[in-house]
């Protein structure tokens, strides 16, 4: 089954994929996960995808859409019935023309989007305040979900960083290039039936519990 995760910086997507990964055999592939992963081994794409990042802009549809694809066909039959999360892809029109054609040509489909619904005020109460462990990609936040020790990584002891597009002017500018850029997603995939709309300002149990109430729908 294949889901994407749409929404605005901040809105969640990585805390429930994580809850979901938890509670199912699901895989999440995350554009930006390999991005950074590209960047602290200072390969060619990670080099060029930094300069976008950094400026809270979206790296250019043509280095995007083959690095999806790249990563999707490596998960082949190990998970044929796993949950494929696609989270942070797509973002534009063109990468989601894109899905839909390589997802055609893979006979498969795009079972269920989930949007989360979160205001700009939260989104950034949220993202300047994230700290992730750059070990085991463990989330955390300085008031809403602190680690046990301050600034260290509860599950391996890593010390914790701030993502340097957390800063304040980042952050709005990627609100921005969401709402300019993304948030046309939104209609593009409720005109195909299959846009679910959950609540991205409660607490992350009960983000995963309309998730799990939208499967229930699809099932
Ligand atoms: P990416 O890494 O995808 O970042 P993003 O979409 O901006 O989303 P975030 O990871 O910042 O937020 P999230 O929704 O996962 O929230 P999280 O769960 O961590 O992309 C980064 C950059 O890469 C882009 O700007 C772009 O340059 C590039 N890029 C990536 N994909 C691309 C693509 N397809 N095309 C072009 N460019 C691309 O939560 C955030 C914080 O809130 C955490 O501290 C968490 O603890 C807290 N929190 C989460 N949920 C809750 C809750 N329910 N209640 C209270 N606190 C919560």
Same mark, same amino acid.
């Given at each position: 089954?294949? $889901?994407?995760?749409?929404?605005?910086?901040?809105?969640?997507?990585?805390?429930?994929?994580?809850?979901? +990964?938890?509670?199912?055999?699901?895989?999440? +592939?995350?554009?930006?996960?390999?991005?950074?992963?590209? @960047?602290?081994?200072?390969?060619?794409?990670?080099?060029?995808?930094?300069?976008?990042?950094?400026?809270?802009?979206?790296?250019?549809?043509?280095? #995007?859409?083959?690095?999806?694809?790249?990563?999707?066909?490596?998960?082949?039959?190990?998970?044929?019935?796993?949950?494929?999360?696609?989270?942070?892809?797509?973002?534009?029109?063109?990468?989601?023309?894109?899905?839909?054609?390589?997802?055609?040509?893979?006979?498969?489909?795009?079972?269920?989007?989930?949007?989360?619904?979160?205001?700009?005020?939260?989104? @950034?109460?949220?993202?300047?305040?994230?700290?992730?462990?750059? %070990?085991?990609?463990?989330?955390?936040?300085?008031?809403?979900?602190?680690?046990?020790?301050?600034?260290?990584?509860?599950?391996?002891?890593?010390?914790? +960083?701030?993502?340097?597009?957390?800063?304040?002017? #980042?952050?709005?500018?990627?609100?921005?290039?969401?709402?300019? %850029? #993304?948030?046309?997603? $939104?209609?593009?995939?409720?005109?195909?039936?299959?846009?679910?709309?959950?609540?991205?300002?409660?607490?992350?149990?009960?983000?995963?519990?309309?998730?799990?109430?939208?499967?229930?729908?699809?099932?």
């Amino acid at each position: 089954m294949n $889901i994407i995760l749409l929404g605005p910086p901040g809105a969640g997507k990585g805390t429930l994929s994580s809850k979901i +990964i938890e509670n199912k055999q699901a895989v999440q +592939i995350s554009t930006g996960d390999i991005f950074r992963y590209n @960047i602290s081994n200072e390969t060619e794409l990670g080099l060029k995808a930094k300069a976008y990042m950094d400026k809270g802009e979206l790296v250019p549809d043509e280095l #995007t859409i083959d690095l999806l694809w790249d990563k999707f066909d490596t998960l082949g039959e190990d998970h044929k019935d796993s949950i494929i999360l696609f989270d942070g892809f797509p973002r534009t029109i063109s990468q989601a023309k894109a899905l839909d054609e390589g997802m055609e040509e893979r006979n498969q489909k795009i079972d269920m989007v989930i949007y989360f619904d979160v205001d700009d005020e939260i989104l @950034i109460q949220r993202l300047t305040g994230r700290r992730t462990c750059p %070990q085991c990609g463990a989330t955390y936040h300085i008031t809403n979900n602190p680690p046990k020790i301050e600034d260290v990584c509860d599950k391996c002891g890593t010390k914790l +960083i701030q993502r340097a597009d957390d800063t304040i002017e #980042t952050v709005e500018n990627r609100i921005k290039v969401y709402n300019k %850029q #993304t948030s046309v997603l $939104i209609e593009y995939y409720t005109n195909k039936g299959i846009l679910k709309s959950i609540d991205g300002t409660k607490k992350p149990d009960l983000v995963y519990k309309e998730f799990e109430d939208k499967l229930e729908e699809i099932n």
